[in-house]
């Protein structure tokens, strides 16, 4: 297996822009966690699902983050709109029930 | 609500020296305990765990880990550093019956020649 891929490894954008990050886990996890790390609040988990359900949403920081996972083999996080404050790496991991979560290798995200 | 906190933004050692690097965590049921290694640039990867069996874990790169209740701790060891270990290395705790990691702030570890 590849692992987890995302997409884009890194997205710079202007404030005020939507911006889509992608992720594909790895076949046969159930579930999938979106997390978004930064020096000044390390790592943080946004949202996850199970079952392609969304379980527990409450690190989204604000309306104008959103997660969606309309199949097991996709999912996406989208900011509309950008500000420069949304700047951060933001991880994808997948994992069975009870096992270790695998990672992506992030998208670098940059709001100017 | 369970926590892990990391003692030491930053730990410094010399090649061959013995790592060390502390966890403890806070949880009101048996908890899940994980390291993770972070390289730059890199996500994050497992380095052992805990799962409610033996209470010294052994992981990858000569890294291992014992579970001690009694100091509500979850220290990660190496016998002798290499300079490839210089990453981040991260504790987590797993929220049983949620399926979720909750990370410490992450220790940065730096192995000089």
């Known amino acids: 297996d590849a692992g987890v891929i995302q997409s884009p490894r890194h997205e710079v954008t202007e404030m005020g822009q939507e911006v889509t990050l992608r992720c594909k886990p790895i076949s046969g996890h159930d579930y999938l966690f979106w997390y978004r790390q930064t020096m000044m609040r390390g790592l943080e988990l946004l949202i996850y699902f199970n079952n392609n359900v969304p379980i527990d949403d409450s690190g989204m920081p604000e309306d104008r983050f959103s997660a969606k996972m309309p199949n097991a083999s996709f999912s996406t996080l989208k900011i509309q709109p950008s500000e420069p404050r949304d700047s951060a790496v933001y991880f994808c991991?997948?994992?069975?029930?009870?096992?270790?979560?695998?990672f992506g290798q992030g998208t670098r995200l940059t709001v100017v | 609500a369970q926590s892990v906190t990391q003692l030491g933004s930053h730990v410094s050692v010399s090649e061959g020296a013995l790592v060390l690097l502390r966890c403890n965590y806070s949880?009101?049921?048996?908890?899940?305990l994980f390291w993770y290694v972070q390289y730059p640039n890199q996500g994050l990867q497992l380095l052992l765990k805990?799962?409610?069996?033996?209470?010294l874990v052994k992981g990858i790169n000569g890294f291992e880990a014992e579970f001690k209740k009694s100091e509500t701790s979850f220290h990660l060891t190496k016998p002798s550093a290499h300079m490839s270990d210089a990453a981040e290395y991260f504790c987590?705790?797993?929220?049983?019956?949620?399926?979720?990691?909750?990370f410490g702030t992450g220790t940065r570890l730096l192995v000089s020649p």
């Open positions: 949880s009101s049921v048996p908890p899940y």
């Open positions: 987590a705790i797993m929220n049983t019956g949620f399926q979720k990691l909750v």
């Open positions: 805990y799962t409610s069996a033996a209470t």
């Open positions: 991991a997948s994992s069975l029930t009870a096992a270790e979560a695998f």
